[in-house]
């Protein structure tokens, strides 16, 4: 079992940033592939950005430019960086893990409870 914990959301005027930060615990936490993903209301959830075991990333094109994913192996932390936050980001954001390629949403195995970011135009 992995548990995941995040924080770092909030209420952000657009243009703004925030940095999300998902806390890992329960397994070695460099074997996991994690991800970022979120789901706003009404709307299914939808992949954000990944980061392998040796730090390579991919992003969804929404958001390339905008966010950077970055990973701690040391501190057991995947962050999500947040910059030119706009309205449409407003979602709630959840960090996963996966011991899989993390390629594809089923393969995310582990999934935190979510934090709330909420951007005002």
């Known amino acids: 079992q992995v548990q995941l914990v995040e924080s770092g959301g909030g209420l952000v005027q657009a243009g703004g940033s925030l940095r999300l930060s998902c806390v890992a615990s329960?397994?070695?936490?460099?074997?996991?592939?994690m991800g970022w993903f979120r789901q706003a209301p009404g709307k299914e959830r939808e992949f954000v950005a990944t980061?392998?075991?040796?730090?390579?990333?991919g992003y969804a094109d929404s958001v390339k430019g905008r966010f950077t994913i970055s990973r701690d192996n040391v501190e057991n932390t995947v962050y999500l960086q947040m910059n030119s936050l706009k309205p449409e980001d407003t979602a709630v954001y959840y960090c996963?893990?996966?011991?899989?390629?993390?390629?594809?949403?089923?393969?995310?195995?582990?999934w935190g409870q979510g934090t709330q970011v909420t951007v005002s135009s």
């Open positions: 996963a893990a996966t011991l899989g390629a993390g390629l594809r949403y089923s393969e995310y195995d582990y």
């Open positions: 980061i392998a075991r040796r730090g390579g990333t």
């Open positions: 329960g397994r070695t936490f460099s074997n996991y592939v």
